[in-house]
């Protein structure tokens, strides 16, 4: 019998209303806690994430938003609280980017493999081939390719001659999950598809340790929201740090109004070595889930 753990997890944020994912997020809570029985705060967060991903409303594994080539790039890391961490970038026809990430951690000496190197490295670790495309993914291609046509910036143009060839017929979120378990360990994941409109080849925060993910003695943390200014706050590494003294409620408070300075719109779920939970947006409306072991029910965005 579990006698402590606690998991969070989220599947984004939107600027409008959150699309209908709440299954999906209590889902992925219960069988997260449900590999605490038999496993640790990394199997958790893993099983947690692989639910996320393979729902197509979600914007990470299947489901993922399309670069302006048309093609889906994914990204995922995964973090525990002794600072081993693995991520993979820029990685195509995966169907769990989660589980290659968890490979980089656990069986190389690396922190983040990218694009060919990721791709080759998932197919050695047995993965195989796996189109992650779903309805939203060329509804979102088409609506980035009206964008792009009003750009401005030239270099747009090429990218769309590119996809439009190759557009016949062909929502931001971003999942994670934040894990506290038995033994009073801590990790932390993310994975995403990226953001609409990203040229091919970029990368954002949520393969990055200590910018979309973070987990270390005194809370796991994931972020969602936009990439290139998470990076530059280096923001779940600061929300992680800041629980050595603050409530979790209080560290992400803290990281939303520091991104709110900056002009950076995001959110972010966290979890500390009690098992507290904390969670927000500055902008947009987060969606997440958390449950502990002995809440009869999880805690859910629309209930508050
Ligand atoms: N943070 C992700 C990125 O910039 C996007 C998101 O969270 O929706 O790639």
New binding site residues.
Partial sequence: MLQKGAIAVHG??YKDEIPDIEETLIKACETGLDFLSSGNAVDAVEEAVKILEDDPHL?AGTGSYPNLLGEVEM?ASIMKDDLSCGGVAGIKAIRHPISVARGVMEKTPHVLLVGEGANLFARLLGFESYNPVSELTVKTLKNSLKKAANEQNSIYAYYLEQARKKLKDLG???VGAVVLDNTGHLAAGTS?G??EMQLPGRV???PIPGC?TYACRFGAVS??????G?IKLGLARRIAEWMETLSPQEAVNRGMEMAKEWNVTCGAIAINARGEFGWGQNGGNLSFAYLTVASEQPLLFKRL
């Fill in positions: 984004g944020i914007n990204s931001l979120g971003t995403t990226g953001i954002g925060d949520s979309g972020m969602t929201g936009e990439g290139e998470i």
